[in-house]
């Protein structure tokens, strides 16, 4: 046999489905996403563990105290994210334009302007690919690239200070 057969797959999901995702839940937040990995990877077992049952439950524990130690690995990670504001422009010296301006002006943008004109300025990106990357026409990217970029000169000319103030 060269690997666990649909019938057979079929009857542990059934039999034992329920009870190694009660198994998996004391290590981590999401325990059908790790038992749905464990079926899968038993499936393409080849050859199949002798025993399939004392296989699956070892491989849902240790899927599951991975995935609980990757879920707080990434809440380190954000909460780490949230504290930090990383600038969206770094003002080289003699550089005329004001960073922090210019990153509050791009963050203050809808988001779909904001993230043409970042894949446009910062990824080089053709407006083609751009519209297949968030789902729209290129004419549209070019539409959103061309307002945002409108809606940044005009916040960037209300708070640029006046010579002499």
């Known amino acids: 046999m060269n690997n666990v057969g649909p019938e057979q797959l079929g009857r542990l999901i059934g039999e034992h489905g329920a009870a190694l995702v009660l198994y998996a839940r004391q290590w981590c937040a999401a325990p059908e996403d790790v038992v749905q990995e464990a079926f899968i ?16 439950y070892r491989v849902v524990r240790n899927g599951a105290i991975s995935a609980s130690r990757g879920e707080r690995r990434r809440r380190r990670h954000e909460a780490a994210a949230a504290c930090r504001e990383d600038a969206w422009f770094e003002a080289a010296e003699g ?10 002006s791009l963050d203050a943008l809808p ?9 446009r300025l910062w990824g080089g ?6 519209a297949e990357l968030v789902g729209t026409s290129s004419s549209s990217a070019h539409r ?3 307002a945002g970029l409108t809606a940044l000169r005009e916040r960037m000319e209300k708070n640029v200070p006046t010579r002499g103030s």
Not at 125 to 130: A, M, N, R, T
């Open 144 to 146: 959103w690239y061309e």
């Open 125 to 130: 990106l053709s407006f083609q690919e751009i």
């Open 41 to 56: 990877q038993l499936a393409s077992q080849t050859p199949p563990p002798d025993a399939p049952l004392p296989w699956l």
């Open 111 to 119: 988001p779909e302007q904001r993230e043409v004109i970042v894949a």
């Open 95 to 104: 550089d005329r334009l004001d960073a922090a301006l210019a990153a509050r």
